[in-house]
């Protein structure tokens, strides 16, 4: 199962992008053992609205361009609901299983996404109830899917 993460805003050269990418990159080459490759990270500009529906209406908009028919959508939404890693790789892997052929997890906008686009994702998560910086979600995030492709081979990356 091909997985793509789609994000609204750029990351900027620094530390923050050279850890994510050192992430990501371990979750590319861990992945495929497990059947779960690594499609790459698509950026959007922000959603230029007057308002904030009309921003994450933009925003939904972009994101629903690039998901393929069929394809899972997962948003990262601080109303979504909070797993172990477990459980995520576990759901992860229940999606690759039941023949998915693609995944696109969403990181939103300074806004958030909308209700229209939480309604029609498969699976909406949190990473806590706290705010955290664009930079940092995307770092969180590649260190998730790496630990979703080690606990999915039973590697001892992961230890509980």
């Known amino acids: 199962m091909k997985l793509i993460v789609h994000a609204v ?3 900027k050269s620094g530390p923050e992008k050279e850890l994510g990418d050192r992430y990501y990159e371990r979750f590319a080459r861990s992945g495929p053992a497990v059947g779960l490759e690594f499609g790459g990270i698509t950026e959007i500009p922000e959603g230029r609205g007057q308002t904030v529906e009309e921003r994450q209406r933009e925003e939904g908009q972009k994101l629903l361009a690039h998901v393929q028919t069929g394809a899972a959508l997962v948003l990262l939404d601080e109303r979504g609901r909070s797993f172990s890693s477990e459980e995520l790789a576990r759901r992860i892997g229940a999606m690759r299983d039941n023949g998915r052929k693609a995944l696109v997890v ?10 229209a ?3 029609e994702a498969e699976l909406v ?3 806590g109830a706290l705010t955290w910086p664009h930079q940092l979600v995307r770092v969180m995030l590649g260190e998730q ?3 979703v492709a080690t606990i999915l081979a039973g590697h001892p990356y992961h230890r509980a």
């Open 125 to 127: 998560i949190s990473f």
């Open 117 to 119: 686009l939480r309604n």
């Open 106 to 115: 969403a990181i939103g906008g300074p806004d958030g996404h909308g209700e």
């Open 145 to 147: 899917l790496y630990r």
């Open 9 to 11: 805003g750029r990351m």
